[in-house]
C-alpha cells in the first residue's frame, strides 16, 4: 500500500520547513562568531557540488571523475570577473593578462551565472567524446580531461596567473548567496528527478540496453544530465572562489582531491539520493573542519605528539572506509527524506509499537 | 483458434532481406531473409545459438547487420538506432529479464512513455492529448523541470500506465519494486513495459524461460490475449516445441544460423531437417 499526504499539506510543510530554515540560518549570520558562519557557509557550497555531483553520479550512473573541473572552470571564470581592473593589473605580475579580461568587471550574480554557463559549456564539449566511453575508462576519460581543464589554468599564465593563483577576490560568498544557490539547485534537480526525464536518468543507471529499447535517446540523457550537473558545479566553484578569496590550481584546492572529497560526500550519504547528498556535505564539512585539531600538536596518554599535517584526510579516509564495509548504501541509500516518507515511517512505527 | 494456415492477403510488416551478421570470423546470422505480415503470431524456434536472439538484436538495432536490409513499416531500419526504432513502434523483451530493478512497477511502466515526448519527429505516429507531438517534445526538458504545462501530461501517462498495469493484472504490486516480483510476474511486466511504447510489432525472446508447464501455458494464452487486445504482430523465439506449435500460425528454424525450414506447425513437426537439428543425425551417435 502507498500512503500519502494530502499535496495541500505537504506542501505547507515545505514552505514552513523553508522559513523555519531560513530563520535558522538568519539567527546564525546574527549570532554566530566569523569561524563557526564559515562552515555553515562552507556547508552549503559543498551541498551544491555534492547534489550536482550526484545527477550525474547517483542518478544517472555516469561514474564521472572529472567534478572538480568543472569546479575550477565556475571559480575561475566568476573570480575573473568580480576582480577589479586594478586587482587585476596588480596580481599578474608574471604576465600582463590578456586585453579582453583586463576591464571586465561585474556584479557577483552575473559572474556566478557566467561561471555556471561556461562550466556547462565545457561539460558539452566534453561530454560528445566522453560519454561514448562508459563504466572505468569513462571514469578515467572524466578524470584526465578535469587534469587538463587544471594545467591549462597552470599554464595559461597571460588567463589564469598561473601558479600564482587569483588572490584578494571578495568575500561575496555570505550566507544568503550559499544558502540561495543551494535552494535553487535543490529545487531544480528534484524537480528533474521528479519528472519524466528522471524516470529516464533512472532507467538508464539500472539498465542502459533496456533504456534505450524503451526509446530513450541514452546518449542524449546522459549529456542532459552531464550539462546540468556541470552547471550547478561551476556555480559552487563560483561561490566557493568568494569563499577561499584566493584561488590557486594546486591539486589539493581545486583538484582531483577535491572530485573525491565530493564523492565521499555523496556516497557517505547515498548515491542517488539528494537528501543524502546534503546529509553527506554537512557530515563531511562538520568533520573536516573538527578534525583540524588532529593537525595540531596534542597530549596523549602525557605523551606530546607533534602535529602531524594531512592526519584528518588519513582519519577521514579510515571513517569512510569503515562506512563502506558496514553500510554499503551509505546513509540514506537511495531513500529521500520527504514528508511522504516521514509519515510512512512514523506510522509503520506506530503500527509496530 | 485461429486457423493455422498462411494468410497471403496480409501486407507485410517487417521484411528482413538478405541479413547477414558477422563477428569476427563467426558468422551469427547468414543470409536471414523472412517476412512478418501484419497480425500475424511467429515463432522463430532452433537449437541454442542457433543466432535467434541475434536476429532480434538485429531488427532492434542493438547491432547493425553486416550485410542486408531490414524493413519495418515500409522504412529502411537498418541505420537506426535502438531508441529511434522504439519510435517507429517495434518493442521488445529480453531473454534475460532486464527490468529496471530499482524502479516500482509503475515507474517501469511510465518509462516506456517517455519516449512520446522527446521524440522530434514523433508526429507521423502520434498526437498527444489533442497536441501534435512535435510541439510537446520540443520544450519537454524544461517543461518538465519547470513543470509548466507539464503535469496534464504527467497525468495521463500515469492514468494509462495504471490502466495497462490493471489490465495485465499487476495492480496488487503498483509501488513495488521491480526486483521484489515473483519470477512469472516479472516476465509480465517486461511484456507490460514493452507494450507501454506503443508498438506495433512485439518481439518475445523466451517468454516461457524457466517456468513449469503451468505457467508456460498461462503466458501462452496471455500472449493470445494481447495479441487480440492490442491488435498486435507478434514475433517471438521459443525453446519450447510445445509451446510454439500451439499458438503460432508460422514458424521458421534456425540452425547455425540459417533458416532451415520454415512453415506451419504441422510442416514443420514432420520436417526431417528439423528433427535432425533438434536431435542430431542418426549416423552421428558414435
Known sequence: ?353 | MTSPTLDLSRKPILILDQVTMQFGGLVAVDDFTAEIRQGELVGLIGPNGAGKTTVFNLITGIYHPTKGKIVFDGIDITPLKPHQITHLGIARTFQNIRLFSDMTVLENVLVAQHHKFTNPDADRILKINGKSAKRVANFWFWRSVLKVGYLKFEKEMVSKAKELIEKLGLSKFMHEKASALPYGDQRKLEIARALATDPKLLLLDEPAAGMNPKETEDLMRFVERIREEFDLTIFLIEHDMKVVMGICERIIVMDYGRIIAEGTPKEIQNNPKVIEAYLGREWEGV
Request: aromatic fraction near 14%; glycine fraction near 10%.
Open chain 1, 1 to 353: 500500500m502507498e500512503r500519502k499526504l494530502p499535496k495541500k499539506l505537504n506542501f505547507v510543510l515545505t514552505l514552513l520547513f523553508i522559513l523555519f530554515v531560513a530563520f535558522l540560518l538568519y539567527l546564525a549570520n546574527e549570532k554566530l562568531d566569523e569561524y563557526v558562519l564559515r562552515v555553515v557557509r562552507l556547508i552549503a557550497i559543498y551541498g551544491v557540488m555534492a547534489v550536482s555531483l550526484n545527477l550525474i553520479n547517483g542518478i544517472t550512473g555516469i561514474f564521472s571523475l572529472g567534478h572538480a573541473g568543472f569546479i575550477l572552470v565556475g571559480a575561475y571564470t566568476s573570480a575573473l570577473l568580480t576582480l577589479s581592473p586594478e586587482q587585476k593589473m596588480m596580481s599578474f605580475i608574471i604576465e600582463p593578462i590578456v586585453p579582453w579580461l583586463a576591464n571586465v568587471h561585474t556584479d557577483f550574480l552575473t559572474a556566478t551565472l557566467a561561471g555556471g554557463a561556461l562550466s556547462a559549456l565545457f561539460a558539452f564539449l566534453i561530454g560528445w567524446p566522453i560519454l561514448r566511453l562508459s563504466g572505468d575508462y569513462l571514469a578515467i576519460a572524466s578524470l584526465g580531461f578535469a587534469e587538463v581543464i587544471r594545467i591549462f589554468a597552470l599554464n595559461a599564465i597571460s588567463i589564469t596567473n598561473g601558479p600564482l593563483g587569483l588572490k584578494g577576490i571578495p568575500e561575496y560568498s555570505n550566507i544568503w548567496w550559499c544558502y540561495g544557490w543551494l535552494f535553487v539547485t535543490v529545487i531544480f534537480v528534484a524537480s528533474l528527478v521528479n519528472s519524466s526525464y528522471g524516470r529516464a536518468l533512472k532507467a538508464i543507471r539500472e539498465d542502459r540496453v533496456a533504456a534505450e529499447v524503451m526509446g530513450i535517446n541514452v546518449f542524449k540523457h546522459q549529456l542532459i544530465s552531464f550539462v546540468v550537473g556541470a552547471f550547478f558545479a561551476g556555480v559552487s566553484g563560483a561561490l566557493y572562489a568568494h569563499w577561499l578569496t584566493t584561488i590557486d590550481p594546486r591539486v589539493t584546492t581545486l583538484g582531483p582531491m577535491l572530485t573525491f572529497y565530493v564523492l565521499i560526500m555523496i556516497v557517505l550519504g547515498g548515491l542517488g539520493s539528494i537528501s543524502g547528498s546534503l546529509i553527506g556535505a554537512a557530515l563531511f564539512a562538520i568533520l573536516f573542519e573538527w578534525l583540524r585539531d588532529l593537525e595540531e600538536p596534542f597530549v596523549l596518554f602525557g605523551m606530546r605528539v607533534p602535529g602531524i599535517k594531512g592526519m584528518r584526510t588519513l582519519v577521514i579516509s579510515v571513517i569512510f572506509i569503515l562506512v563502506m564495509i558496514f553500510w554499503q548504501r551509505g546513509i540514506m541509500g537511495r531513500e529521500e527524506l520527504t514528508w511522504n516518507n516521514i509519515y510512512r515511517w512514523l506510522k509503520r512505527r506506530g503500527e509496530s509499537g
